[in-house]
């Protein structure tokens, strides 16, 4: 069993900032690609920002210069730094992450949750 859990949402007005974290726990033997998606009401899912076990990132043209994508693989964790918010920001984020089950050594992409981030104007 494996279990992301996203925190960090909430309400923010334009301009301000939120830092989601995301926790991977359970039995994991690897991670490789993780990333944060959105979902805006009315909206399919989109991927904001995305790394990988390298380091590599990459982000979507509407938020490069502004979020910022860190992980910390010691201990499975994914955060999204978000300046400078829009009221056009305002979605459900989903953590996900790529990964190896150490029960079978399958590989398997797994969700949190999702967590509100709504910013005001």
């Known amino acids: 069993q494996v279990q992301l859990v996203e925190s960090g949402g909430g309400l923010v007005q334009a301009g301000g900032s939120v830092r989601l974290s995301c926790v991977a726990s359970?039995?994991?033997?690897?991670?490789?690609?993780m990333g944060w998606y959105r979902r805006a009401p009315g909206r399919q899912r989109n991927v904001v920002a995305s790394i990988r076990d390298d380091g590599s990132v990459n982000y979507a043209d509407s938020v490069k210069g502004r979020f910022t994508i860190s992980r910390d693989n010691a201990n499975n964790t994914l955060h999204l730094q978000m300046n400078s918010l829009k009221p056009e920001d305002t979605a459900v984020y989903y953590c996900?992450?790529?990964?190896?089950?150490?029960?079978?050594?399958?590989?398997?992409?797994?969700w949190g949750q999702g967590t509100q981030v709504t910013v005001s104007s």
């Open positions: 996900r992450a790529d990964l190896q089950s150490s029960e079978d050594g399958i590989w398997y992409a797994s």
């Open positions: 359970g039995k994991i033997a690897s991670i490789n690609f």
